[in-house]
């Protein structure tokens, strides 16, 4: 104990807070103080790094769910789409066969009303 007695730390520093139960006091309380702020620090920085990696994950699962409602648009976009042409050619069909039929009635019409050879009596 001589050597550590001897030492610059122990005349400097312990000797002081040994003779002066205050200031040992207050020493203690910032060493107390820098210990509780270490560990909330520590606390908090590992809290903060685990929400951190929470909404990473989150951010992740966002992102690949648009992705996959974003293709999924665009397929259905493109199934629309064909669905769509699809009935408009239907419709067209339907309207060249609507006008056929019409030209066949109009004539059958006019055969009907023309005026047939008159039969002389």
């Known amino acids: 104990m001589s050597a550590f007695s001897n030492s610059p730390v122990y005349k400097q520093i312990l000797?002081?807070?040994r003779s002066n139960?205050?200031?040992?006091?207050?020493?203690?309380?910032?060493c107390?103080?820098?210990?509780?702020?270490?560990?909330?620090?520590?606390?908090?920085?590992a809290t903060l790094r685990q929400t951190q990696e929470?909404?990473?994950?989150?951010a992740d699962n966002a992102f690949a769910q648009?992705?996959?409602l974003l293709?999924?648009?665009?397929?259905?976009?493109?199934q629309d789409m064909k669905s769509r042409d699809d009935s408009v050619r239907r419709l067209e069909l339907q309207n060249v066969e609507q006008t056929r039929?019409?030209?066949r009635l109009d004539a059958?019409?006019?055969?009907?009303i023309a005026p047939g050879p008159e039969i002389s009596q």
């Open 54 to 58: 929470s909404c990473q994950i989150t």
């Open 101 to 103: 039929s019409i030209a």
């Open 21 to 30: 139960s205050m200031l040992g006091l207050c020493v203690m309380t910032g």
């Open 71 to 78: 293709k999924s648009l665009g397929d259905d976009w493109a």
């Open 108 to 112: 059958a019409m006019k055969m009907c």
């Open 15 to 17: 000797r002081p807070l």
């Open 32 to 45: 107390m103080s820098v210990f509780v702020y270490w560990w909330y620090a520590r606390s908090i920085r």
């Open 66 to 68: 648009s992705r996959q």
